[in-house]
């Protein structure tokens, strides 16, 4: 008996035409062989090789694209880049200005804390002539009415 392997390892690769019990015509042994089986594979082998050669070797039809199609097909590319650079430019347009606001805000807020800046040195400087002003006086407020009596009489 013969393996799988080797009925389909020997010859050209494919089935050689040997079955489990028979041999091929290189190893006839006098097995019982079936002529009309034989002859009928070989007829069926010959309809297959007639069918694909008139199939490959029929004209075949080459459609050429119409001036029209092209056109549009054209048409279609130029569309879609307009929209693709459309697309990017309206969101590169919309990035810029979204820096620009942020920048102009970022100077509105600078100028405001300058300006509380300001506001608090000037409120800090009152208060320090303030503090200047109580500290230089020769007499505390509560005894100025007596300061006044000594500097009329010191003037007499």
Do not use: C, N
């Not at 799988?4 to 097995?31: H, I, L, M, V």
């Not at 029929?58 to 092209?70: F, N, T, Y």
């Amino acid at each position: 008996m013969m393996s799988f392997k080797g009925q389909f390892s020997r010859g050209r690769g494919g089935w050689d035409g040997r079955g489990a019990r028979g041999a091929g015509p290189e190893e006839d042994t006098g097995a019982f062989r079936d002529p009309e089986l034989d002859q009928a594979l070989r007829e069926f082998r010959s309809s297959v090789h007639a069918w694909s050669d008139a199939v490959y070797q029929r004209p075949r039809r080459v459609e050429v694209a119409s001036r029209r199609i092209a056109w549009r097909k054209a048409a279609v590319w130029v569309f879609g880049g307009v929209l693709v650079i459309g697309g990017a430019g309206g969101g590169l347009r919309g990035y810029h200005l979204q820096q620009e606001h942020a920048r102009i805000a970022a100077a509105r807020e600078a100028e405001h804390q300058r300006q509380l800046q300001e506001q608090w040195a000037r409120e800090a400087e009152q208060e320090l002539a303030q503090v200047d002003s109580d500290v230089s006086r020769e007499v505390p407020v509560a005894l100025e009415p007596l300061g006044q009596l000594m500097s009329a009489d010191e003037g007499r």
